[in-house]
């Protein structure tokens, strides 16, 4: 008796877990995020070391008040600095 609840326990719990799976699709827009203060040297060096070229993908500008706005509650001041050279694919 002990094992048939178990196996309708698991049987139960398999059936929420499936039942709760919402497939989620990827955008098949690529996006850079390059930092505002990257010279356009620095810009180009970052799109060959990504492999990419602006007519491929959405390039996004982060500024330095952008990484204030969303960081300030996370790191301090010193660590956000002054200046954006950060650069994401």
Known sequence: MKKRNLIAALLCSACLVAGSVN???ADAARVVTLGADLTDAQK???MKYFNVSSDQVQ???ITNQDEHNHLDNIAP????GSRTLAAHM
């Open 77 to 80: 001041q010193s660590q956000i």
């Open 59 to 61: 390039i996004m500008t």
């Open 23 to 25: 497939p989620v699709m």
């Open 44 to 46: 180009q060096t970052m």
